[in-house]
């Protein structure tokens, strides 16, 4: 028998050496692509579509497998480079809390050699209403307004003067001055959120302004000069238990109580120029928080209690809205001082602040970021439009 192999036998026998080539090959490609740095790596796009209203002032924070976040803005892209080949979880924080995201955090996406791939974060975000006062319609009066400066409608009856609202924590009752007694002074009056229920509070006289709830619910702290001098006092709601907190003759104003019920700061004049304090809830323990060279005032504690704004009024020029950590430290400005800006108030996700400043011999409401970033206009009628405040979360 011969030993040599047969033409068709040989032809057999390149066929299976050229599958066996083809099959052994990518697996040589691939161990091949281990070892190169350049097909061992990814890149990962995270992009971020932001629709609706009152947009946030703070980025997002973009994670991927749970490592330091990158900051990344409202409809923005961002690339992660290198990322190792595999799976990957990507997620995203930060959220304004008036903003949903479309779909899940944190996802998993398959990173490959050579390969862009793109998770899409779907943000919507949504108006959130606020109170301010406005003589739009004759007196100042009480108005419902959302934070992208819609759906504007009066609350109070528009017979008398109503200023300084104040949103009980529940969100089911507003304090506000009005001078609707007999007398003309202003007194502090409470109303359901309807506007309906309205009742007197204070009755002593001497103007009673700025009153601010206690956490609870069952005590309204407001400013009232009735003894002749400004001071803080405290009545419970139902007008009862009224009492005096301070009483330096220098003046004490614009209360504004701590959410655990601790403490109430509030701008005093007891040093010369009027700086910001705490105190505890008897009047006891207060203590000074600014050292400002110009007057300090209109304190308001953030939702979560870590934060007060503040404003600072210079002797010339515009005053300008601060925001510092409860215990003083750590203060940074808020407003350029192109406007004279003053009264701000918290959004209930502690993110932004709503103010009032004068702007072209007007007076209209703004929101900010409590970073000092995506001021808008909420207001822009000529007539005058004060102290706004944001309706709670709940109910």
Request: aromatic share 8%; hydrophobic share 40%.
């Amino acid at each position: 028998m011969s030993l040599r192999a047969s033409p068709s036998r040989r032809s057999s026998l390149r066929v299976r050496h050229m599958l066996r080539t083809l099959a052994t090959g990518p697996l040589l490609f691939a161990a091949t692509a281990c070892h190169d740095a350049t097909l061992s790596d990814g890149t990962l796009r995270v992009v971020t579509r932001t629709t609706g209203a009152d947009l946030s002032a703070d980025p997002y924070a973009i994670s991927i497998d749970g490592g330091a976040p990158v900051m990344l803005g409202d409809s923005s892209v961002h690339a992660f480079t290198p990322l190792d080949i595999g799976r990957h979880s990507v997620g995203i924080g930060i959220l304004a809390g008036n903003c949903t995201l479309d779909g899940a955090s944190p996802v998993t996406t398959a990173i490959v050699p050579i390969g862009l791939d793109t998770v899409t974060f779907h943000v919507a975000c949504t108006a959130r209403p606020l109170t301010f006062v406005s003589e739009r319609g004759g007196p100042d009066q009480l108005y419902a307004i959302e934070s992208d400066g819609s759906d504007v409608s009066r609350l109070s009856d528009g017979n008398t003067s109503d200023i300084t609202p104040a949103w009980s924590s529940d969100g089911s009752h507003v304090a506000f001055a009005s001078n609707r007694g007999s007398g003309g002074n202003y007194e502090i009056y409470v109303m359901n959120r309807d506007g309906t229920g309205v009742h007197a509070v204070t009755s002593a006289g001497g103007f009673n302004w700025f009153p601010a709830w206690s956490p609870d619910g069952s005590r309204i702290a407001f400013e009232s000069a009735r003894d002749g001098f400004l001071a803080v006092y405290v009545v419970n709601a139902d007008g009862t238990g009224l009492t005096r907190l301070t009483a330096d003759p220098a003046g004490d104003e614009h209360p504004s109580w701590s959410p655990d019920g601790t403490r109430i700061a509030f701008a005093g004049a007891r040093t010369g120029t009027a700086q910001i304090y705490t105190m505890a809830p008897d009047g006891s323990d207060a203590r000074v928080l600014t050292q400002s060279d110009a007057a300090a005032t209109a304190p308001s504690y953030s939702p979560d209690g870590s934060r007060i704004a503040y404003v600072v009024v210079p002797t010339t020029g515009a005053a300008r809205i601060h925001v510092m950590a409860s215990d003083g430290s750590g203060d940074a400005v808020v407003t350029d001082g192109a406007d004279f800006s003053t009264f701000p108030a918290w959004s209930p996700d502690g993110r932004k602040l709503a103010f009032m400043a004068q702007h072209d011999s007007a007076w209209q409401v703004y929101t900010i970021g409590a970073n000092g970033a995506r001021l808008t206009a909420l207001t822009t009628d000529a007539g005058a439009n004060l102290f706004p405040t944001w309706k709670p979360a709940t109910p």
